[in-house]
Structure formats: structure tokens, C-alpha cells
């Protein structure tokens, strides 16, 4: 019964085994394919940098919100539609976000993805500051009361301080998701590229340009799809390896 | 990360620095995927001839750029076929469709080296509502008596994201089975109930490319790319013609498609709205697409008549004077913006 | 003296509410923030909402057949799809994944568990386009392989539900083992040592008394799981061939909700077209909602999110 168990381990992981070796196996290293893996990766960096930006301090006030500021009626729909969005597949956040900010602003961009992933992200950093906040010891809320701090300096000064790492954790985790986020972006940051003189030259990020290379039959697409996987299963791993070190300080 | 949004507030800031003489006016469309390396080639070109004009294309399929459209997100559509009249009241507003070059859809297949293939649009049809269903059947093998057709089943591949290849390949197959008109539909929206759904024309050669006995309809210019071979269709007179430059030019003579040449060729279209509140962005669009219709042909010249169709095609004479005429309608105000000889 | 770890008391923090600009500030930025979440789940579900009742045709919803050309707007095929993966997924993806927990959490030794942990947590972080492309390039043609090594030539020539649930499967496993080995490591050691001091073997013991007392918390992770399933886009897309079809078959192609929304949301101008897939990214929000409400009653109170 144990090699049952050990065998379910192994099957587990299995997959993940053969991803990379199939990407190590195709992986072609062209210079126009470096150059494609460098300038796709920047879009992702600067995606997940946009995200991050809008959700962080949503989030994070969001959550102090939750914790500390609201009182309980308003606690239990604001959890409640917390939950919810959280829940919401990402390709139909796209598709809202597709209505509202790429048809009245006019077109594809980056941050049009940016928003689609931030609202993806924001209850993940809401619930777990919020998660976080509660989790401080009493005796530091007890010191602020009696230093007589104004709220915000004791929410700001304390209590977040106290809980940082947490937060830094769950923001690499958002920064780690973002980067391999292909559904939201499917209608905001658009997996085509302007075309003329004037066309913004921003390249797509990681995933989509997997996405599109995926269906290309030719061997060089084919390389290309790997080389770009393995950029991104790289950046996804050195990220989620932070937030789980960030986590660890944080205990 | 605005791009276009701070692009559009640049323009409009640097537009009332700079005054009314030199104004950089931008133009966005959308729409079409099948023509877009062409159109970008345009673009670079008349951003040469007409540098205060600057274009932006993007090719996110024919709906995509008629939904852009109808929002007003773009200033122009682009289409693989003449808009229907649901896409028009969606509009709301009159446009042209104004052809601007001939594209030409082909069946390509993996018969394993397999050259020379003979379908006509019967069999075709057949294929894709799943009457027939192996590549030695009788049909199929009286319509290539000296092909050494291999017993493998078919496989046929078409476009799970409907598009413009999707709409010509069953209008052009409609008029000879019912079957079809009756299963599939005709349109972007019809559904094949057998085969295989592929994404993009990409993915279409893929699925070929890698699945022995499969057929799929994608543009030629893909197709070859490929290396995939393409059928000769039957031509409405008996006889069987490969997509080559002839061929295609000879079946797009008129704006109705007619039974000469190759059959599964089609003007594709800008879509360009009449009425234009901006006269110096009317002006400016009327000037762009009057250029592609007549001097931007020039680059689709070449190529011998007896080649497979490479790219797109120029406008045969009597398209490219409808053309012309159509441009006439656009209007800004009470004015025309081109004066049509 | 013992003090309960709760919040200060919120009246006295009330009390303490002065009239300085920076506590107000604060007070309605997080009013504004903190409702950003609710309000845009209302926003999205009224969006959606209104283009479905506006141009939507009665009942043409339900019917077995999706023909946009011939004006068949029936969603029925799509929710067939979906749910036949997501089950087929999880009917794999949960035995798999809580061996796999109990693995790591009762039969491994200490570092090996520790590793594990680590490399499970890494697969769970796989994009899903990634485990896509591993699908479309590796799975589709080796089922494919396998299928006519048996003998039968699947019309789908690997594309399809099988391809779908295994490509689920992959990706449903990590999170469920992750989970599930949260729930059994917090168990208390006393169902472990009892039994084992009564006589019983380790799997006695695993079977009769820690997954039973554990089953909460796993069904948690199981509706957890299924969630995500129901809700997985790019990677099902990728791999199930894009035929709707209603009943559908192993060896055919198939389509799934979210894979209709890829491949058909960009293209549709019918306004019936658009309230089609409005309505289906309707149900999908209502699939992720009810499964994640299933998920936190069951485990209520425990600290299950992903």
C-alpha cells in the first residue's frame, strides 16, 4: 500500500518531469529566438509589475479594511464578494474587462491585462492580509491604544510593519500567477500586434506568445514555444521560491 | 502601458501645438488576419508617400474588427467577406466594403507525398458533412484515375474559430450540397459535426501537417508556406484548376462570384464608414484607401500567371473600378472627400 | 493572565476615531477599496446579465445544437463538455492527489516529506499554458499512439475529453495533495498513536481513522479541485479539438465552455452569438462561485484557500 501512495507521489510530479524535458528536447537557441524569449520576458516583467502596482495597494487596504476598519454587516459582503471574485475564472474577468476598458479606450494593452490580473489578484492580498492583521499579537494593539496613535499611523507604522513579510509573500505569489496568466489576457493584452508606422512595439508577454507559438507547425515555432517555456517555468519557480522564503520568515 | 490611450492624448496635445498646416493624423483598424502582412506592407509604404498619416493595424479577425467598429475603438474594419446584414445594423452606421485584393482559399492535404489532387466542390462538401469518410472511396478515386490513393481514413480539419477561410470555403461549397447548407451553415458562424478544430490558419497546418489523411481548407499562401500540398478544385466547366495566379485572377472579375477559374477565391475588403465627422481624418482615409486601390496594387504584380497564388492577388480592372467608385461615397459633412474622375 | 486573541474591542476604537484628514483619508479608502471586490462581482454579473436578457431568444439557449451560421444557439453541448472533464478529472486527480498527500504526510521520512512538499508546491505554480503545450505536442499524439496500438483509430486523432481530463487531472492533483496534506498533518497525533497501540498497521490505521476524520477537510480540497476544473480555460482549450458535441465520445473531439469563450468571444458579431457566450461565461462564474462557497462551508474555518 505504501508503493501505492509513493507511486501516486511519483504521478504527481511525472508530468512536470516531461514538460521540461519535452521543452529541453525541442528548444532551439536562435538569436531571433533569444531575442524574441528577451523582449517577451520584459512584457511579463512589466505586466506583472503593473499588476502588482494597481493590486497591492488595493489589496492591502482592502484587507485593513476587513480587519480592522469595517464594521461587521459590511465585513460579511465585502468577505463574501471577496470570495466570489477570487472564484471567477480569469477568462471571463477578461472578457468584463474587454467591455469596459479595451472597446471604449481602444485596443489591446498591457494594462488592460494589467487590470484583468489585478482583479484576479486583489482578494488573494485582500483575504490574506486581512488573514494576517488578525494574527497580530494583542499586546501590540494594546501599545498603540496606549500611545494614543491616530489610526492611521497605527495601521501604517504597526500593525503592517508587523505583518510584511506575509504581505511580500503573497505579492510575489500574485507577481508568480500573473507571470503565467494566459486567460485574462486573451481579450485585454491581445495575442496580435499592432501592425504599421506607428504601432506601440510592446511584445506580448511569456505565456501568450506560447500560447500563439503552440499552434505553428514548423520546428523553429515549435523551439521557440520551448525556449519560452522554459524562460517562464524559470521566472514562475525563482518567484514562487520567494514567496515560500518570505513565508518561512515570516513564521 | 496606456499606449494607445497616451499615444491618441500625444496626438491630440502635439495636433493643437503644432496648428492645422502640419498635422500628424493617426488612423486605427482592425479586423482581418489573412491580409495582414500585406496591409502592414502597405502601411510601411504609404507611411512613405504620406508621412503626417501615420496607420496602425491590428489583426484580430474579421468580427473582432467589425465589434471595434461598431464601439468606434477603431476608425476602419477589415473583412475576408462582404459584411452580412446583422454586422451592418450592429454598425449602425453606413459603410463600404471596399475590395482592395483577392485572396485564394486552398485545400491542402497529407496523403504522404501524395501530389496532384483532384476534389471537386461535391466532394468536398461530402467530405465535411461526413458522407464520405475514406480517401479510396469511389468518388474520390473517380475524380483521380491516376492518383495511387493510399486506404487511410480522412481527417478533415477546419477552423474552430470560424474566420474569414471558414465563410468563403462554405459559401463557395453551398451551391453544390444541400447537405451542407443544411448541417454546417454558411458564414464565420458555421460548424462542421465531423473532423477536427484547429486555431488560426496556423493551426489548421498543423493539424495537417501532422495527422496523415487529413484535409483542411486554409489560404493558400499558408498552405504553401508549409509546404503542404493543394487540391484543384473543379472549375464549373467540367475541368480541374489549381489555385494559380490565373486561375484566381479569372474567378474575380465581378463583384458576384462566377463559375470560372478557381472557385474558392474572393476579394477581401476594407470596411470603411460613409460618413466621417473629422473631415481631415475622412480626407486622410480616403486618400489611403484610394492609394491601396490603385498605386499599392502595384506590389501584388508578379509572379508568372501559371504559379500557385503566393500571395494576394491585384484587383482585376473591373473590381478596382467599382473601388474607386465606392470611395466616392464618403463623405464628411455635406462634402465629398474625393473627387472621382 | 490569559487575554483571547481577538481585535481590540470596536467601540473603543471607535471611540477613538478623531477628526484628523489622514484617519478619514484611511476610513474612505478603504470604504472604496474594500467594496472594489463586491461591486465589480456585481458589475460583471450585470454586464454579463443585460446583454444575455437583451438579445437573447427565450429558450434557444437550451437547445443540443450550436450552428452561430444557422442561428443554433444551444449551450447544452458545452455544459456536457465541461462537466464530463471536470469529473472525469477529478475521478482521477482525487485518489491520486490524497495518496499523494498521505504519502508526504504519513508513510515518507521527514526530509523526504519536506522535499516533496517543496517540488509539489513548484508543480502547482505550472502555468496552465505550459501543461497545454505539454498536451497539444506530447499527450495528444502519444494517445493517439496508444489508442490505434489497441486498435481503435479515434476520430480525434488524440484530441478530445480523454486528452482534456488527463491535462485537468495534471494540473487538479498538485492542489489536492498540497491541501489535503495540510488537512491530514493537522491531525492530532493521538488518532495516530491510538490505533497503533491497539495493534493496527499504518494503513489500518490511515484507512479507518485519519481519512475519515480528515473527510471534511478533503471534501473541501475535492470541491476545491473541481472548481478548478470546471473554470480551467487555456489548457483544455489547447487539447480538446473545438466540436461541440452533446453526447460526447471518448475517441471525438469535444468542446467545453471555456474552450467555446477562447475560441469564439474575438469573432462573434450575431448579437444572439454574443449573448450566447455571455450567458455561458455566466454559468462559468456560477460553477467557480458555488464550488468555491461548497469549499469554504466544508472546511469552515480551516484556512483552506489555495
Redesign the interface.
Same mark, same amino acid.
Request: hydrophobic share 45%; net charge positive; aromatic share 8%.
Given at each position: 500500500m505504501s508503493m501505492v501512495a509513493l507511486a501516486s507521489m511519483v504521478l504527481a510530479l511525472a508530468p512536470f518531469a516531461a514538460m521540461v524535458a519535452h521543452a529541453l528536447a525541442t528548444v532551439r537557441l536562435s538569436a531571433a529566438i533569444v531575442g524574441a524569449c528577451a523582449s517577451a520576458l520584459l512584457a511579463s516583467l512589466q505586466l506583472s509589475l503593473i499588476t502588482v502596482a494597481i493590486a497591492l495597494p488595493v489589496g492591502v487596504i482592502a484587507g485593513m479594511f476587513i480587519a480592522e476598519l469595517a464594521g461587521p454587516q459590511a465585513v460579511r459582503w465585502v468577505v463574501l464578494g471577496h470570495d466570489t471574485l477570487a472564484s471567477i475564472p480569469p477568462i471571463v474577468l477578461g472578457m468584463f474587462v474587454y467591455a469596459v476598458v479595451v472597446l471604449p479606450l481602444g485596443g489591446f494593452s498591457l494594462f488592460a491585462g494589467a487590470v484583468a490580473l489585478a482583479l484576479s489578484a486583489i482578494p488573494t492580498i485582500a483575504l490574506s492580509s486581512a488573514e494576517l492583521l488578525r494574527l497580530v499579537s494583542p499586546s501590540i494593539r494594546e501599545a498603540t491604544l496606549g500611545l494614543g496613535l491616530p489610526r492611521h499611523r497605527a495601521l501604517f507604522l504597526v500593525l503592517l510593519r508587523a505583518v510584511l513579510p506575509g504581505v511580500a509573500s503573497v505579492v510575489a505569489l500574485t507577481f508568480a500567477r500573473a507571470l503565467g496568466e494566459v486567460g485574462a489576457l486573451l481579450f485585454t493584452a491581445g495575442s496580435s500586434r499592432w501592425l504599421g508606422a506607428s504601432a506601440p512595439t510592446a511584445a506580448s508577454p511569456l505565456p501568450l506568445e506560447i500560447f500563439v507559438a503552440v499552434q505553428s507547425p514548423s520546428a523553429d515555432s515549435q523551439g521557440r514555444a520551448a525556449a519560452m517555456t522554459l524562460t517562464l517555468l524559470l521566472l514562475v519557480s525563482v518567484s514562487s521560491g520567494c514567496s515560500r522564503l518570505l513565508r518561512s520568515v515570516n513564521r | 502601458? !496606456?499606449?494607445?490611450?497616451r499615444?491618441?492624448l500625444l496626438v491630440a496635445a502635439s495636433t493643437g501645438l503644432i496648428g492645422a498646416c502640419s498635422r500628424t493624423i493617426?488612423l !486605427?483598424g482592425?479586423g482581418a488576419?489573412l491580409p495582414?502582412q500585406q496591409?502592414?506592407a502597405w @502601411? &510601411?509604404a504609404y %507611411?512613405v508617400e504620406a508621412p503626417q498619416v501615420?496607420?496602425?493595424?491590428?489583426?484580430?479577425?474579421? /468580427? /473582432?474588427g467589425?465589434?471595434?467598429l461598431?464601439?468606434g475603438?477603431?476608425d476602419f474594419g477589415a473583412s475576408d467577406v462582404e459584411i452580412d446584414p446583422?454586422?451592418r445594423t @450592429?454598425l449602425a452606421r453606413e459603410v463600404i466594403s471596399l475590395p482592395t485584393a483577392i485572396i485564394a482559399v486552398g485545400v491542402c492535404y497529407n496523403l504522404g507525398g501524395v501530389e496532384g489532387l483532384r476534389l471537386s466542390r461535391r466532394v468536398c462538401a461530402a467530405i465535411y458533412v461526413g458522407e464520405i469518410t475514406s480517401w479510396r472511396d469511389a468518388a474520390i478515386l473517380a475524380e483521380n484515375p491516376g492518383i495511387n490513393l493510399p486506404n487511410l481514413?480522412i &481527417?478533415p480539419v477546419f477552423r %474552430?474559430?470560424?474566420?474569414g477561410s471558414t465563410a468563403l470555403f462554405?459559401s463557395r461549397l453551398a451551391s453544390e450540397s444541400s447537405a451542407l447548407r443544411e448541417r454546417?451553415?454558411?458564414?464565420?458562424?458555421? $460548424? !462542421?459535426?465531423?473532423?477536427?478544430?484547429? $486555431?488560426?490558419s496556423?493551426?489548421v497546418?498543423?493539424l495537417v #501537417?501532422?495527422?496523415p489523411g487529413a484535409v483542411g481548407y486554409v489560404e493558400v499562401v499558408h498552405a504553401l508556406r #508549409?509546404g503542404l500540398p493543394v487540391a484543384a478544385l473543379d472549375d464549373g466547366h467540367g475541368g480541374f484548376v489549381a489555385p494559380t495566379r490565373a486561375a484566381v485572377l479569372v474567378a474575380c472579375q465581378a463583384r458576384e462570384p462566377i463559375e470560372r477559374g478557381y472557385p474558392l477565391s474572393s476579394p477581401t475588403y476594407l470596411v470603411v464608414p460613409k460618413k466621417w465627422s473629422d473631415p481631415a481624418k475622412g480626407a486622410a482615409m480616403a486618400r489611403f484607401s484610394y492609394w491601396v486601390v490603385t498605386a499599392g496594387q502595384a506590389s501584388l504584380d508578379g509572379g508568372a500567371a501559371e504559379e500557385l497564388a503566393a500571395s494576394l492577388l491585384p484587383l482585376p480592372a473591373p473590381l478596382a473600378a467599382f473601388a474607386r467608385a465606392e470611395l466616392g461615397q464618403l463623405t464628411s459633412g455635406a462634402t465629398r472627400l474625393l473627387a472621382i474622375d | 493572565m490569559s487575554r483571547p486573541s481577538h481585535p481590540p474591542d470596536v467601540s473603543a476604537a471607535r471611540l477613538q476615531r478623531s477628526i484628523n484628514l489622514p484617519d478619514r483619508a484611511l476610513s474612505l479608502f478603504g470604504n472604496v477599496f474594500g467594496f472594489v471586490a463586491p461591486v465589480v462581482v456585481l458589475a460583471i454579473i450585470a454586464n454579463l446579465a443585460s446583454v444575455v436578457i437583451a438579445d437573447a431568444e427565450g429558450s434557444a439557449f437550451l437547445s443540443t445544437s450550436w450552428n452561430p451560421a444557422r442561428g443554433h444557439f444551444g449551450v447544452l453541448p458545452f455544459l456536457m463538455g465541461t462537466v464530463v472533464t471536470a469529473t472525469v478529472a477529478m475521478a482521477i486527480a482525487l485518489p491520486i492527489g490524497v495518496l499523494a498527500a498521505v504519502y508526504l504526510a504519513e508513510v515518507a521520512a521527514p526530509k523526504v516529506a519536506r522535499v516533496g512538499a517543496v517540488l509539489l508546491e513548484l508543480v502547482a505554480a505550472t502555468p496552465a499554458v505550459v501543461v497545454g503545450l505539454w498536451g497539444r505536442s506530447v499527450l495528444v499524439p502519444e494517445l493517439n499512439d496508444l489508442s490505434r496500438l489497441v486498435g481503435s483509430a479515434p476520430e480525434g486523432h488524440g484530441f478530445g475529453i480523454v486528452a482534456a481530463s488527463l491535462v485537468l487531472a495534471t494540473m487538479t492533483i498538485p492542489t489536492i495533495a498540497t491541501v489535503s496534506r495540510a488537512i491530514l498533518r493537522a491531525l492530532p497525533n493521538e488518532l495516530r498513536e491510538g490505533p497503533m497501540a491497539l495493534g493496527a498497521t499504518q494503513w489500518e490505521t490511515i484507512r479507518s481513522v485519519l481519512l475519515p476524520s480528515a473527510r471534511r477537510g478533503l471534501l473541501a480540497a475535492a470541491a476545491l479541485g473541481f472548481g478548478r476544473a470546471l473554470g480551467e480555460t487555456i489548457a483544455v482549450s489547447m487539447v480538446i479539438g473545438g466540436r461541440p458535441s452533446l453526447l460526447p465520445s471518448w475517441g471525438a473531439p469535444s468542446a467545453t465552455v471555456s474552450s467555446v469563450l477562447v475560441d469564439e468571444v474575438l469573432d462573434a458579431t450575431h448579437p444572439n452569438h454574443i449573448a450566447a457566450l455571455a450567458a455561458l461565461a455566466l454559468v462559468l462564474l456560477v460553477f467557480g462561485a458555488l464550488t468555491s462557497a461548497g469549499a469554504r462551508v466544508l472546511s469552515r474555518g480551516d484556512a483552506v484557500r489555495a
Open positions: - | 502601458m !496606456f499606449e494607445l490611450t499615444r491618441r493617426e !486605427f482592425s488576419t495582414a496591409y502592414a @502601411l &510601411a %507611411a501615420r496607420i496602425a493595424y491590428l489583426p484580430i479577425g474579421s /468580427g /473582432g467589425i465589434r471595434q461598431a464601439h475603438t477603431v446583422s454586422e @450592429l481514413p &481527417a %474552430a474559430d470560424g474566420g462554405t454546417v451553415g454558411v458564414g464565420r458562424g458555421a $460548424r !462542421f459535426s465531423v473532423g477536427i478544430g484547429a $486555431r488560426g496556423d493551426g497546418v498543423d #501537417a501532422n495527422i #508549409a | -
